[in-house]
């Protein structure tokens, strides 16, 4: 293993001009503040979502040079680089367009002069729906794009709202696949205190998220769509027992859909990203081999830990093979690997 190639599908930069962008550009749900630490390592800026939940950026390890160091420390051999939230959806509604854009162009600019070490993901105004069709082809076409960034909620509007139908057909239409990220949960109230938003809201969020991609039919009216679930599927997977008992056995939530959710969540994509080997080792066993991809969330997770913990997991080594960069090279389309 220490000799093959090691893709991480799920890292994370914040452009230089995010608090510009949020101070001209902002919703009046959401804020932002430089902080001023007396060390320049933990300087960065607060983002404060609906002025109950605030994420601390440590700027200095979201930018593209901190990736590429731990690249190079910890032996990774490419990343799949998102910006981190806030995403376009969240910015005012005259501004979304422009912001989508700018943070494309600033990531596509990036990944360029990596000359292949970062793989860029990009953002979409989701809420104008004409606008973001245009986005997808400039970001696959000009950009060079491999996918898309899914919030796991759109400011509040689920995922599968009708009004982004056409965009998910227009994705798969070019074969690249929407990634699955957290996004502040709008019911974060009964999960503010003890930080628990970041241990289970954002797992809750993405989870629905997916299941609502499932039982909406939207996946199966779209085959082609290639969908991504970080975390090894947040809660979803662990639960999926109880989903499909109420589908099965009761018939609820199953006017959808013809096929049973676990077979269709069984097209999906699983990130492992996972602190625990045995968590990672409990999704392998219930998951198709050529889903899995080794992610680290990188810069808020140690690469290094997540690299330990990921050859730590059991699995056999041609999945693990597949997991470490088979799969991503193929659903990315990185090049030169094998």
């Known amino acids: 293993m220490n000799h093959q190639p090691l893709v991480d599908c799920q890292s994370h930069l914040v452009p230089p001009f995010l608090l510009e962008l949020i101070e001209e550009h902002g919703s009046p749900g959401l804020a932002a503040t430089r902080t001023t630490p007396e060390h320049q390592a ?70 360029t002069e990596s000359r292949g070490r970062l793989v860029g993901v990009a953002q979409l105004p989701w809420q104008d729906a004409e606008a973001s069709l245009r986005e997808i082809h400039r970001a696959i076409g ?20 009708p009004e982004f139908h056409q965009i998910y057909r227009a994705i798969a239409a070019l074969d690249v696949p929407v990634l ?28 629905i998220a997916a299941l609502r991609l499932v039982l909406s039919g939207l996946t199966e009216q779209i085959p082609a769509l290639r969908v991504v679930h970080p975390h090894c599927g947040g809660i979803l997977p662990w639960l999926m027992p109880r989903v499909e008992e109420q589908t ?34 409990w999704t392998v066993a219930h998951s198709r081999a050529d889903r899995l991809l080794f992610a680290t969330d990188a810069p808020w997770v140690d690469p290094q830990m997540m690299i330990d913990v990921f050859m730590a997991a059991e699995m056999d080594e041609d999945t693990r093979a597949r997991a470490a960069w088979r799969n991503a090279a193929e659903l990315f389309r990185i090049e030169g690997l094998g």
């Open 180 to 207: 699955i990220h957290p996004a502040h949960p709008g019911w974060s109230d009964t999960v503010l205190d003890y930080s628990m938003v970041p241990m289970l809201g954002f797992m809750t969020d993405s989870s």
């Open 42 to 111: 933990d300087q960065g800026i607060v983002v404060t979502f609906e002025g109950r939940f605030s994420l601390l950026l440590k700027t200095a390890g979201f930018t593209p040079e901190a990736a590429l160091k731990r690249m190079e420390a910890t032996g990774i051999t490419a990343s799949v680089v998102s910006l981190n939230m806030p995403g376009a959806e969240l910015f005012a509604p005259d501004s979304r367009v422009a912001v989508a854009a700018r943070c494309n162009d600033w990531l596509a600019a990036v990944c």
């Open 142 to 161: 000009e950009l060079d794009m491999r996918g898309f960034l899914l919030p796991s909620n759109i400011a509040g509007t689920p995922v599968d709202a």
């Open 248 to 281: 099965e056995r009761k018939g609820r939530g199953r006017e959808n859909i013809s096929s049973s959710p676990g077979s269709l969540y069984n097209e999906f994509y699983l990130d492992l990203q996972a602190p625990s080997a045995d968590q990672i080792a």
